[in-house]
């Protein structure tokens, strides 16, 4: 008999515009349950495929239907470190559950909706950081010399410390912020990630014996060499890309036009939206504008629409992006819930020009219409402005969102380290490698913006190569 997938349960739109706390509210036990008895425990199934750390999907899908969670959270932990925190960001509708049985087009299960394997991952996850469940190191103690650099704490250089430490190597992460996970903090807001889930992953890692330095930038601080001469023997680089892409426009150096980076970096990492009680201000528009149309995209304005809500401010934050709405890298979910909180959406509209006041701040944006014409080469159609089209409108605060490239910092000071035409490091993509020994990569630094779990998939790749490496020294 066809089962009915289970809804997860969100927070209404109204209570939870006003506030930072969590959106998604998870599966209960009973929900998780009777989700997991929807899959069918295909002899060979096709989601493990569709997840970059080939998380053993039915093995613990199978557990959870006989209510052994800690078997469940044991699967789930040999191959990702995270569980609660990719439950959460994962886009599982182009990973594991694309790949789901229930998303082919022919019978006999032609349309159905796949099997909600994340949001049963986050259960098993919660469950397991509730109960105190960490990550188990498995060490042979073969390294009790060795060290090994970790050169930023996003999800690639976390989940690589985190697969050297459970092997019982040492390793340092260094860390140019403040706080240590990347995007994971400054970028993706907590009503989306909450805090408390970052901060049992990054203490597990501390439990297993990780040593975090923070606010040390290593290119400025210290370089690569300085780092063997120190006695590491492996640097691992998870950079990210942490570099605001513009639009090249007049008027966006005006004062209140902000990069999306800075503007949910105030917020996320900075606590700017509880200023006085932290330094860190943020301005508040009452016409907010964000350009672009992807993941960053949705959290700017998602938080920017929350930051006038708790200000008393009548909500007015608009999505500008040059195409329509399927042609949108976001998450479906992220635009949904976006477009629920109250967020406008201007479809096939490409700002031109921010105009400003007497005192250099942005008081308007001038746009042109756009309809579409070809796809261009990233496969989707392209936008082409409709000749007169140009309208303006009112925009105090406006976020530019439209994409991230590497920083060069230690790049820049490194030249004998290879790096391609974006700035991107290039490795050896059977080994990580860079082109210097013992140094390697993963995660946004190599090959440009991607996810969570690709960038973990990266580490976890590099930190295979990273031992193999270690041992042969
Ligand atoms: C706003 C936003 C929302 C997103 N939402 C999602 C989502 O929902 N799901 C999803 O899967 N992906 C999402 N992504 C993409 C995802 O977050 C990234 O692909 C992922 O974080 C990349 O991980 P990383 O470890 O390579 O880099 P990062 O997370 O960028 O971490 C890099 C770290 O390295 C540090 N660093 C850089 N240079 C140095 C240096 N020289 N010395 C010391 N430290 C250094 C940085 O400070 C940073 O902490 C989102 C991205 C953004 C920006």
């Known amino acids: 008999m066809r089962k009915e997938p289970v809804k997860v349960k969100e927070r209404d739109s109204v209570s939870r515009a006003g ?49 052994d969670y800690d078997g469940a959270y044991a699967t789930i932990r040999q191959k990702n470190n995270f569980p609660s925190m990719c439950g959460r960001v994962c886009p599982a509708e182009y990973q594991c559950c694309k790949a789901c049985v229930f998303t082919k087009k022919e019978e006999p299960f032609a349309s159905r909706e796949a099997v909600g394997i994340h949001f049963l991952e986050r259960f098993i996850g919660d469950r397991g950081a509730e109960k105190g469940l960490r990550i188990e190191a498995s060490g042979d103690g073969r390294w009790p010399e060795c060290k090994v650099a970790v050169v930023g704490s996003g999800p690639a250089g976390l989940c690589c410390a985190g697969e050297l430490a459970r092997r019982g190597i040492k390793v340092v992460v260094f860390e140019g912020l403040h706080k240590t996970g990347g995007v994971l903090r400054y970028g993706i807001p907590p009503f989306r990630l909450p805090r408390n889930i970052l901060d049992f992953e990054i203490d597990s890692l501390k439990k297993l014996g990780v040593e975090i330095r923070a606010n040390t930038i290593i290119g400025r601080a210290k370089t690569i060499d300085e780092l063997f001469a120190e006695g590491f023997s492996a640097v691992f680089l998870g950079l990210g890309a942490g570099t605001p892409s513009f639009m090249g426009i007049p008027g966006e150096n005006l004062c209140n036009v902000y990069s999306a980076n800075e503007f949910l970096t105030r917020v996320n990492l900075m606590s700017a939206h509880k200023f006085p009680e932290y330094h860190t201000p943020v301005n508040i528009g009452r016409h907010i504008v964000v350009i672009g149309g992807g993941n960053t995209a949705m959290d700017s304005a998602r938080v920017a629409i929350r930051l006038q809500n708790i200000n008393g401010i009548k909500p007015d934050t608009a999505i500008y992006y040059r195409r329509s709405e399927a042609e949108m890298p976001a998450r479906r979910i992220e635009i949904e819930h976006a477009r629920d909180e109250g967020v406008r959406f201007e479809l096939l509209a490409r700002p031109e020009e921010f105009m400003g006041d007497e005192k250099g701040f942005v008081w308007k944006v001038r746009s042109s219409r756009c309809e579409l014409g070809e796809p261009d080469s990233t496969g989707r159609r392209r936008p082409v402005i409709i000749p007169g089209s140009s309208f303006e409108a009112d925009c105090d605060l406006a976020v530019i969102a439209i994409g991230l490239r590497a920083n060069k910092v230690l790049t820049g000071v490194t030249p004998e380290l290879a790096v391609d035409k974006y700035g991107d490091v290039i490795v050896d993509p059977k080994t990580a490698e860079t082109s210097i020994k013992g140094v390697f990569a993963g995660g946004d630094i190599v090959g440009g913006e991607g996810t969570v779990i690709e960038a973990m998939g990266m580490a976890k790749k590099a930190a295979a190569s990273i031992i193999d490496y270690v041992s042969r020294l």
Do not use: H
Request: proline share 4%; hydrophobic share 35%; net charge negative.
């Open 19 to 67: 506030d930072f706390e969590e959106v998604v509210e998870g599966f209960s036990e009973a929900e998780a349950l009777q989700e997991a008895a929807r899959c069918i425990q295909c002899k060979e199934p096709k989601c493990v495929s569709g997840c970059p750390v080939e998380i053993d999907i039915k093995t613990f899908i199978g557990q959870i239907m006989k209510k």
